[in-house]
C-alpha cells in the first residue's frame, strides 16, 4: 500500500452537496418524470450581467490579437481588479491596499487552502451548523481527531442556534484560528459591529486569527451592518477576509473571489508566497468580467439580481411564518433556516420534501450537529419555481 | 505570535519566478531606457488560437441567457471535456475513462496539491534540476528538513546532467513518490519507453506513486517517445498523470489543465474528494475554450504555434552549438538547456547576460544543485526577437 494521507479516511460520508446531487439523482432514476424544484445547493440562476459578459467577450477578442495577448498574469490578480477592490472597501472606510487583496478562482479554494499557514498542532473553533468546508479541509490537513457522530475531536465547535440567536458564544478554551461568517451561511444570520468588535478584541487578546467569510455580503439589507470585517477597528491584526464574486454577480460558473490579508497580518508574506508557488493567478477574461461589477452598469445589474433574490427570500421567509413554521434568515442574506416540523430530523425531512414536493433543500444536520432539526432554503431561484415550491412545500408540512 | 505552519521559514529565498522578476524590474528601473527580451519564465507570446477565442465568446454569450446560463459545474469538469480528453488519450492507444480524468485551473496547482493525499512521512525524490513547485510544496507540507545550500534535508535527488544523458538513475533508498517530467522542465531531455517502463516496474516492485508531469508532451516530435505514462503497461497502477493547456494551447493567462488518475490508484477516490471539498471547477467558457482545442481548426491553429516555438527552439540550439556553447534539449520540447560559459554559477551569467545582452533566461541553479552552471532559454518568443537575442547573447559568450 502506498503512503497515504491518514486523515482522509476519517472523513464522514460525501461533502454535503454531492451527496444531495447523488439522492436527487437517485429519485429522479426511479421517478423519470419528476420535476423537482432545486432549492438545496444555493447556486444562482439569473443570468450573468451584461456588463460582465460585455467585459469578458471584450478580454477574449483582445486574447485573440497579437497586440493584446496575455499570457501568465501576476498570482495576486491584475492591478485593474485589486484598485476596484480596494475602492470598493474604500467606500464603506475600510482601507485597504491593493497589496493585501489576492484575486483566486473562488473562495471555496479560499477558505479550504488558507488552513495550510497554520501549524499542524493549531486549535481550530468552528461555529455549528458549519460550511462543511471549514472543516473538511482541517481533517484533511489532521487537525482533528475521530468523528464522534458529526463532530470531530479536537474541533472546537460554538453552537449557533435559535436558544442564543445565532449569535456563537466566545471559546471557553485556547483557540488558534476560528471562522467566522457573516451574512452566514446556512443559518442567514449577521453579525453587528459591537459582536464583531467583541471576536476582534478577544483575538487580539488571545493571540487568535479570525478567518472572515463575508461571501455574502452583498446580501446585507440593514445600512447598520458591517459588510466587512475591517470596518472594525483592531480587525487588520487578526483577522483574513474571504469574498466571492458568486452570488454578488453569478460567478458561481465563472469562478472568481479574494482574500484579503492585510500587511500587519503574520499571515500576509506567507500567503503571498503560498499564492505564487502553488496558484497560477485567475483567468484574464474572467478578472476583466469580475472588474466589470464594480461598473455603474454592473453594480446596477448586480443589484437588480440581488432584490430579485432578495424577494425570493422575503417570499420564503413570510410564507412559511405564515404556515407557523419557525423561519430564520433571510432578511440580510439569501438564505432562509427553517426549523423542521417537529425538529424532524432533517436527512428525514429532505427525503420526505424530495419524495413528497420534489422540492430539494439542504438538510442542517449536513452543517452539523447544531443544524439537526433545521433545513435549509436557498433563494437563488426562478421566483416562478419559488412559488411553485412554496405551495408544494405546505403539503408536506 | 499566532499559531503559524513552521515549514514556511524553510523556503529558500523567492519562488525563482518571482526573483527573475524581481532582478529584472530592479535593472529596468536603472535603465529605464533598456528593451528586454524575455526568454525566461517559459510564457507563451502568440495569440490564443482563434478556435478557441469563438468558443469562449460563445459560451460567455449563453452566460448571459436564460436559457444557457451555467452555474456551478460539475467539480471535476464538464462531461463534453472530460470526453474530449479521454478520446485524445485513445489516439495514442492510453484507454482513459472520462471519469479518471479531473480538469482544474492549471498544472501548477495540480502539482501543487498532489502531494496533500500523501502521508507526512511519505518520502519524496525529484530529479535535480527540477521544477521548483514539486520541491517548495513538500516542503511547506512539512516532508523535509531545513535547507542545505539549496538542497532540503530529507527529500531524495536524482541528478539529471549531461554526465548521465539527462536520465534520472532509479532511488537507491525507500522512495515512497517520484515526480518525473517529460519532456523536461528544465532540461528539455524527454524519457523514453524503455525508461519509462523501467520505472513503472520499479514503482510497482516498490509500492511507490509516479507523478509525471507531461504539460509538455504536444511539443514531442519523435514518434517513438510517449506522450503518456498511459502508453506504458502497468502504469495504471502506480502513475499520476499532469497535463495542461498551457503551453499546448497558450493558455498560460486563460488557465486550464487537468490530472488523469486512474481508477485501480488508490488516489482516484482521495484526489476526488479533494476536488469536491477544496475546488470548485474551472470557468465555464475557459472549459468550452478547451474543448475547442480538440477540434479540427483548433488543433491545426495549435499545432501551428508548436511548430513556430519548435523553430525558434532549433535556432537557439543551433545558434549555440555553432558558438560552441552545449545546448540541450530543444527537439522534443521548448526549453533549451545550455552549458553557461566555463560553467560560470548561474545566477551569474543571469545577471551579466541581464546588464550586458538585456536579455532574461532562467538560472539553472534555480531548478536545483545540479543545474548549477547551467541555464535555461525558452523557445517562447517572438521568432524576431529569438534572433536578435540570440545575436546580443554571442557578444556575451
Redesign the interface.
Known amino acids: 500500500?502506498?503512503?497515504?494521507?491518514?486523515n482522509?479516511s476519517k472523513?464522514q460520508a460525501?461533502?454535503l452537496f454531492?451527496e444531495i446531487a447523488r439522492r436527487t439523482a437517485a429519485f429522479l432514476k426511479e421517478n423519470p418524470g419528476a420535476e423537482i424544484i432545486r432549492m438545496g445547493?444555493g447556486?444562482?440562476?439569473?443570468?450573468?450581467?451584461?456588463a460582465?459578459?460585455e467585459a469578458?467577450?471584450k478580454a477574449?477578442?483582445e486574447?485573440?490579437?497579437?497586440e493584446?495577448?496575455?499570457?501568465?498574469?501576476p498570482e495576486q490578480g491584475y492591478g485593474f481588479l485589486r484598485e476596484a477592490i480596494a475602492a470598493e472597501f474604500a467606500l464603506r472606510g475600510a482601507e485597504i491596499d491593493p497589496s493585501e487583496i489576492f484575486v483566486s478562482?473562488?473562495s471555496?479554494?479560499d477558505t479550504?487552502?488558507f488552513q495550510?499557514?497554520?501549524?499542524?498542532?493549531?486549535?481550530i473553533a468552528v461555529t455549528d451548523p458549519v460550511y462543511?468546508?471549514y472543516v473538511?479541509?482541517n481533517v484533511?490537513a489532521?487537525r482533528t481527531g475521530e468523528a464522534n457522530g458529526v463532530a470531530y475531536e479536537g474541533l472546537v465547535y460554538l453552537p449557533t442556534t435559535a436558544e442564543n440567536g445565532f449569535a456563537p458564544e466566545l471559546p471557553k478554551e485556547r483557540v488558534?484560528?476560528v471562522y467566522l461568517c457573516s451574512p452566514n451561511n446556512p443559518t442567514g444570520a449577521v453579525m453587528t459591529r459591537a459582536q464583531l468588535k467583541t471576536w476582534v478584541d478577544w483575538a487580539a487578546e488571545n493571540?487568535?486569527?479570525i478567518l472572515f467569510d463575508a461571501a455574502y455580503e452583498a446580501f446585507i439589507r440593514d445600512p447598520e451592518i458591517p459588510h466587512s470585517i475591517f470596518e472594525i477597528e483592531g480587525a487588520r491584526k487578526v483577522a483574513v477576509e474571504f469574498r466571492s464574486f458568486s452570488k454578488h454577480a453569478?460567478f458561481?460558473?465563472?469562478?472568481c473571489g479574494y482574500v484579503v490579508v492585510p500587511k500587519e497580518s503574520?499571515?500576509h508574506a506567507?500567503w503571498n508566497?503560498?499564492h505564487?508557488?502553488?496558484?497560477?493567478?485567475?483567468?484574464?477574461?474572467?478578472q476583466r468580467g469580475a472588474e466589470a461589477v464594480f461598473s455603474p452598469e454592473g453594480r446596477r445589474q448586480c443589484m437588480a439580481n440581488i432584490d430579485y433574490y432578495m424577494e425570493n427570500a422575503r417570499l420564503v421567509r413570510e410564507t412559511l411564518s405564515g404556515l407557523g413554521v419557525k423561519a430564520h434568515g433571510g432578511e440580510n442574506g439569501p438564505y432562509v433556516w427553517m426549523e423542521t416540523p417537529g425538529r424532524e430530523p432533517s436527512w428525514n425531512f429532505f427525503d420526505r420534501l424530495l419524495r413528497e414536493a420534489n422540492v430539494v433543500g439542504t438538510p442542517g444536520a449536513g452543517f452539523g450537529a447544531c443544524g439537526e432539526g433545521y433545513f435549509r432554503l436557498s433563494a437563488f431561484a426562478l421566483r416562478e419555481n419559488v412559488e411553485r415550491a412554496l405551495e408544494r412545500v405546505k403539503r408536506v408540512l
Open positions: 500500500m502506498p503512503c497515504v494521507n491518514p482522509y472523513l460525501g461533502y454531492p445547493i447556486d444562482v440562476v439569473l443570468p450573468l450581467p451584461q460582465v459578459c469578458m467577450k477574449v477578442e486574447m485573440g490579437t497579437p493584446g495577448f496575455r499570457g501568465y498574469g478562482d473562488g471555496k479554494c479550504g487552502n495550510e499557514l497554520f501549524g499542524a498542532d493549531a486549535k462543511p468546508v473538511d479541509t484533511m489532521g488558534d484560528v493571540d487568535a486569527t453569478g458561481t460558473g465563472v469562478r503574520p499571515f506567507m508566497r503560498r505564487c508557488t502553488k496558484f497560477n493567478g485567475v483567468s484574464y477574461p474572467v
